[in-house]
């Protein structure tokens, strides 16, 4: 089975982008799958929100949303309160290990049965 990988952008691979290059792409190359959690802006998913999780993954080096080679095999989109809805994501994508920024969405997604870290640049 695949190892999955689930990681925020805002102020976690866009913080450190170079470091969470590296870590995409040894998960993809050892045959992994990473999953982007992005939090909306709102309490609904929109399409803009969307826009902005691939704008910033191209900015971090992560590729196109067409590139076959990119970083990531898919962005989730987890609406506000963002906590709650990252850690109900995370259980739906099955993810075995988690990164974010913020402590409160780590722990949510920690309480869920995922391994889960909050990062510090």
């Known amino acids: 089975m695949a190892f999955k990988v689930g990681i925020d952008v805002d102020h ?4 450190a982008p170079t470091k969470f ?3 995409a792409k040894a998960v993809k190359d ?12 709102t309490h609904e998913a929109t399409d803009q929100d969307m826009v902005d999780a691939q704008t ?28 709650p809805n990252k850690a109900a ?5 099955k993810l075995d290990f988690f990164i974010d920024n913020r402590r ?8 869920a049965g995922i391994t889960s870290n909050h990062f510090l640049q």
């Open 89 to 93: 994501i995370a259980k739906k994508r």
């Open 56 to 83: 910033k993954l191209a900015i971090a080096g992560f590729g196109m949303p067409e590139d076959p080679d990119k970083l990531y095999d898919a962005i989730e989109v987890a609406p506000r309160p963002h906590a």
């Open 104 to 111: 409160k969405n780590a722990k949510a997604v920690r309480k």
């Open 30 to 41: 050892s045959g992994g799958r990473v999953i982007i959690l992005h939090g909306g802006a």
């Open 21 to 23: 290059r590296a870590l």
């Open 12 to 15: 976690t691979i866009t913080a």
